[in-house]
């Protein structure tokens, strides 16, 4: 009985030897999205579709001959400081990169961190076209710029809407609403457009009746109305406008992609607005059809937004470098992301051809008319 029981013990000791552990083995991607707080209706999207990516990745036999990814996700809490605390974090177990944040102002504390290490830092939302500069060679954007997708909005306002007078109203509290302002802004006036009305709004605010008020009695009268906002207040934002009874096109930018601008004021009221987002929503390219298809049968629900498609692509993203550079190695990761060219994402074709590391893609204009969402165009930046 004694030799049984060291036979066994001895083909336990072989078989551990022979079959390394799992985390020995995996390639560690670091994950920080704010799951909770104001941030948590785009992030945790973003953090989804992440995971979506790395479980078809390992499904499909991992990378480099077999390794597996683990994503290692930590809430930054839609908070600076957790935000700073959660990358000091996930650099001490070891990640060959980070991916995450929807907003510059909870990239700008964390990524720096990354870039001290260097290690790469792939920003699946946050869309301030002068973050790569801001921080250095290691981070790299998924999204557009914000200067793009403001462009392009606002060259749909002039020619497609025929906007000539135009009201602003910005989220006073956040680096990427005022960013989005700023662009839309400076494309209205290079159009020959009059800026009638300027307003602002801060983030958490339940109530718009003064900026209506305000908005009714501008002279002259705006053609439509610019709202940079985050999605919880896109949706407040277009019922009370609605409510008042005003009528005037809403334009927006990515904030607006949310289904709050249904939801909250309802089909009948979620009517003339017109926003610029990442091209995903109604687009039939197979990159598209099969992540919806695969996030519906994972989740249970369908992708809730653009976000949700961002964040799987900031891990596809990584993982193409990967397997570019045959190696997952930060210095030989960084090097290969940078040379990205032509890579399929689902929210559209990137390539690093700017100096400024901010990718090349195509803008979707997406407009909503009695609760129902179309793609009215494309709009291409220039290289």
């Known amino acids: 009985m004694k030799k049984y029981f060291m036979f066994i013990a001895l083909v336990l000791l072989s078989m551990t030897l022979a079959?390394?552990?799992?985390?020995?083995?995996?390639?560690?991607?670091?994950?920080?999205?704010?799951?909770?707080?104001?941030m948590s209706s785009i992030d945790t999207p973003s953090l989804r579709g992440a995971q979506l990516a790395v479980k078809i990745i390992n499904e499909n036999g991992g990378l480099l001959n077999g390794r597996k990814l683990e994503l290692i996700s930590v809430d930054a809490k839609t908070d600076q400081k957790a935000a700073a605390l959660g990358a000091k974090k996930l650099l001490s177990q070891g990640v060959i990169a980070g991916i995450g944040h929807s907003d510059p102002s909870f990239v700008l504390p964390s990524a720096?961190?990354?870039?001290?290490?260097?290690?790469?830092?792939v920003t699946s939302g946050a869309t301030l076209p002068t973050l790569p500069m801001m921080i250095g060679d290691c981070l790299f954007m998924v999204p557009f710029g914000d200067d793009d997708q403001s462009f392009a909005i606002a060259d749909y306002s002039y020619n497609t809407l025929g906007v000539r007078n135009v009201a602003v109203w910005t989220d006073n509290s956040m680096d990427f609403t005022k960013a989005l302002s700023k662009f839309y802004k400076q494309r209205a006036l290079e159009l020959g457009m009059n800026i009638v009305l300027e307003d602002f709004f801060m983030m958490g605010d339940k109530d718009f009746s003064a900026q209506i008020a305000r908005l009714k009695n501008t002279s002259p009268k705006p053609d439509a109305i610019f709202i940079s906002s985050i999605p919880n207040e896109a949706g407040l934002t277009t019922k009370q406008i609605r409510e008042s009874g005003m009528t005037l096109p809403i334009v927006s930018g990515d904030g607006f992609d949310t289904e709050l601008i249904v939801t909250v004021p309802g089909k009948e009221l979620a009517n003339d607005v017109y926003f610029s987002t990442h091209t995903y929503r109604a687009d039939s390219r197979p990159e598209v059809t099969a992540f919806v298809e695969n996030y519906t049968k994972e989740y249970g629900v369908a992708p809730e937004n653009a976000f949700a498609p961002l964040g799987y692509d900031a891990v596809a993203l990584i993982a193409d470098a990967i397997t570019r550079a045959n190696s997952a190695k930060p210095k030989a990761l960084k090097e290969s992301l940078a040379k990205t060219m032509g890579f399929k994402a689902v929210t559209g074709e990137i390539s690093y051809t700017r100096a400024s590391r901010v990718p090349v893609k195509g803008v979707s204009i997406i407009s909503v008319k009695n609760g129902n969402y179309t793609v009215e165009e494309i709009w291409m930046p220039k290289q």
């Open 112 to 121: 720096p961190l990354f870039q001290k290490k260097g290690i790469p830092f």
């Open 19 to 38: 079959t390394p552990s799992f985390s020995a083995e995996t390639i560690k991607i670091g994950a920080l999205y704010s799951v909770t707080g104001y």
